[in-house]
């Protein structure tokens, strides 16, 4: 059994783009991994032909077609998690995620994540996300805490996920770091890529980075450490921890990235980091939403501590 086929048109704009890339701009039914793996398999033609090459580049006015098959079941299981709802309606949910919790399975996550949790209260989820992350738009690190959005239908998720690509979803996080920021508002432009000596690690300028933004603004400045209130430009992995680490600021609770960390706080448990604010427009009525979420309680009694300092 297959989907209906997917038909695209090449704008302007988009002129000697990849192929794959062009489509998991336009269509997130695959990832861009899964959109080469399609196109290699024959199922993608350009202008009426089969195109193998994912690399193949576009021309202004060639219609794309693919047929692809229905998503294998994967066989998850749902769990009885507790989740903090936010907002849900018919085409998405957004949670308040909790520092721990791990969003979809993968490698060494196998149960207990987020996807589980919302299979276990019986929320429908968008196939397109793929079998082991159905719904999941973008993510949040385990040890981050704050707001998520969720598609619950395919369409909710295209849509969703090209305003992500297009930079049109507000995200602000709250961070606390090590020492005094300075300049004490800015902007972080740095490329970001996996670093070629740890590949389990990002790091900035590096081969084959991806241009990355982060503004910041102080908040308070604390003993040995700074409060920041930080607006995602782009969205890289890991891109607040790299870019404050970069700056010798890491956050606080980052053994990955964090090298030195003061004394007060260098044993708090997990990333001093919480996704506080969220707007975008609904997918289906158009509707903006504007979203966010206090910080948690250990984050709370963290500063609590370091404001008696």
């Known amino acids: 059994m297959t989907r209906p086929p997917l ?11 990849r192929l794959d890339a062009f489509l998991a701009a336009r269509e997130s039914e695959l990832t861009r991994s899964g959109w080469k793996r399609a196109i290699e398999e024959g199922l993608v033609r350009v202008g009426g032909r089969v195109v193998s090459k994912p690399g193949w580049p576009l021309k202004a006015g ?12 994967s066989g998850l299981t749902g769990e009885e998690i507790p989740l903090s709802i936010v907002h849900e309606d018919d085409d998405v949910i957004v949670i308040d995620k909790p520092a721990g919790l791990v969003v979809h399975p993968g490698h060494g996550n196998t149960r207990g994540t987020l996807v589980h949790a919302l299979l276990g209260r019986g929320t429908p989820l968008a196939a397109a996300g793929g079998e082991l992350r159905p719904g999941i738009v973008h993510r949040l690190d385990k040890d981050t805490s704050g707001l998520l959005v969720v598609a619950k239908t395919d369409r909710a998720h295209r849509v969703l996920a090209a305003a992500f690509a297009a930079r049109e979803v507000s995200k602000t996080y709250v961070a606390l770091v090590a020492r005094t ?32 933004t982060t503004i910041y603004r102080t908040l308070e400045a604390l003993p040995g450490h700074t ?13 607040i921890r790299v870019h404050l680490a970069s700056k010798g600021n890491p956050v606080i609770g980052d053994d990955r990235y964090g090298k030195r960390m003061p004394a007060r706080t260098a044993s708090f448990p997990r990333l001093a980091l919480h ?11 158009g509707e903006t939403l504007r979203l966010s979420s206090p910080l948690p309680p250990d984050f709370e009694a963290l500063l609590a501590r370091l404001r008696k300092a």
């Open 275 to 285: 996704a506080a604010r969220l707007s975008f427009s609904h997918p289906v009525t």
């Open 7 to 17: 038909r695209l048109d090449v704008p302007e704009e988009a002129a000697g783009a």
């Open 227 to 239: 409060l920041l209130e930080i607006d995602l430009v782009t969205g890289r992995t890991h891109q």
């Open 62 to 73: 060639a219609s794309v077609e693919a047929i692809l098959p229905d998503p294998a079941p």
């Open 181 to 212: 920021v300075r300049p004490a508002s800015g902007r972080i432009d740095a490329a970001i890529g996996r670093s070629p000596r740890d590949r389990r690690k990002m790091a900035v300028r590096v081969p084959r980075a991806r241009a990355a």
